[in-house]
């Protein structure tokens, strides 16, 4: 199975392993990730009792905040978000080429 790679600027290979998904039952919406990736690909959002995402936190009541991926698209494979993360929170793979 063939991976998109890179190089480093020692010209060592690297293979990105991109974003795929955060468990949002351990997530505890701390925001490091968020402040770390300047992509884009983050955002936290609030949710309910129920676990439904609240879109208006000033009308509604929500329990906490939890980080979601809005732009997986925007990820450039660098996981400096599960290296911040204090309750490894998050899943990354690298990308296929076949």
Partial sequence: MA???GLTLARKT???KFVQEINQEKCIGCGRCF???GQNVLLLRAVNEEGDFVDDEE????ERKVMTIVGSE??????ACSRVCPKNCYTH???DLN
């Fill in 3 to 5: 991976h998109l790679t």
């Fill in 93 to 95: 793979s690298p990308l």
């Fill in 74 to 79: 925007n990820c450039v494979g660098c996981q």
């Fill in 14 to 16: 690297w293979t990105p």
């Fill in 35 to 37: 402040k770390v990736c």
């Fill in 59 to 62: 009308d509604d009541e929500f």
